[in-house]
């Protein structure tokens, strides 16, 4: 199993960006993704920064980017990805009935995808 660090046993650089993580999330703890990168610092601290920078206000919602995490989490079959950004959706405002739809695409969108692969469909020109 990943070793993960905790706070209390975490250099200085850890602490720098667990105490960022926490500040901008307002939660007590860092979550175990963040305790298991803070095995290599320069990963955790990179991640932190990319992280912040896509997951910030822009032109899709906060609601929007996380659903978009879940679906991508999903797809690359990632059990702790999917539950972390289920949480982070509800929390944004995910309803039962835009889980419901959401996993309604996830599924759909996976045996559509696996029939155009198998028959080798030709992508239309107008698609483009």
Known sequence: MTRLVSYDEAPPEVRAVFDDIKALRGVADVNNFWKALAVHPPTLARTWDSLKQVMAPGALDPLVKEMLYLAASAAAGCTYCVASHTAAAKARG?????????????????????????????????FE
């Open 94 to 126: 995910m309803t039962p009935e835009m889980h419901g739809e959401l996993l309604a695409v996830l599924g759909m969108a996976a045996e559509t995808n696996r029939l155009a692969e198998a028959l080798r469909v030709p992508v239309d020109p107008g």
